[in-house]
């Protein structure tokens, strides 16, 4: 898919079919996933890959909708530290922030749907998942099949949102 396109098909999708992702796809998004970009090229993340088939109710807790637990696959993208480095907040979400995008574009031209999940409980993500102390849940994503209709996307004009320094 052309890759303007591919941007205007992503929407969020709030509600998805039982349908399970092939694990040929799901290896593709990570793999996507794996090569974004980061900071000097610390990686300093990882990603919990959680299946909510007859886990759903356990699930829940980390973000109560339907459609979280719904999905068949959700995943948490996680910063981890450097060692030897204070943690950076700022750069944490930046790196993983590129990661979440590669992967749910990857999935979009895969024909899967997603949704970004920034408004999750922490703890109950750090509980649920078993995260270690210095692994940080930044974002989740729902994966899966769209059950869900596609809304006009409403964005701003370029003008507003690009200006062009003059020489
Ligand atoms: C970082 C980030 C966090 C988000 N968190 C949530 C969320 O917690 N719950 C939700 O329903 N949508 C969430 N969204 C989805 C946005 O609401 C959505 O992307 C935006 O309204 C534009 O709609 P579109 O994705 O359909 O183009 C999030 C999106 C981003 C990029």
């Not at 459609?67 to 204070?86: E, H, L």
């Not at 899967?112 to 692994?135: E, H, M, Q, S």
């Amino acid at each position: 898919m052309d890759f303007l396109e591919l941007t205007k098909k992503r929407y969020s999708v709030r509600a998805y079919k039982p349908t399970p992702v092939e694990d040929e796809k799901l290896k593709q998004i990570l793999e996507a996933a794996r090569m974004a970009p980061t900071g000097s090229n610390q990686q300093a993340f990882q990603l919990v890959v959680v299946h909510t088939k007859g886990r759903e109710e356990e699930l829940r807790p980390i973000y109560n909708r339907d459609w979280f637990v719904q999905a068949p696959i959700i995943i948490c993208a996680c910063a981890t530290t450097i060692p030897g480095q204070a943690y950076d907040e700022g750069r944490s979400y930046r790196n993983v922030g590129i990661v979440m995008d590669h992967l749910i574009l990857a999935a979009t031209n895969l024909g899967l749907g997603t949704c970004w999940i920034g408004a999750f409980d922490t703890n109950p993500a750090r509980d649920i998942l078993g995260l270690p102390k210095d692994v940080k849940p930044i974002v989740f994503a729902t994966v899966g099949y769209s059950d869900d209709e596609p809304r006009p996307k409403v964005r701003k004009s370029i003008d507003e949102l690009v200006r062009y320094e003059q020489w």
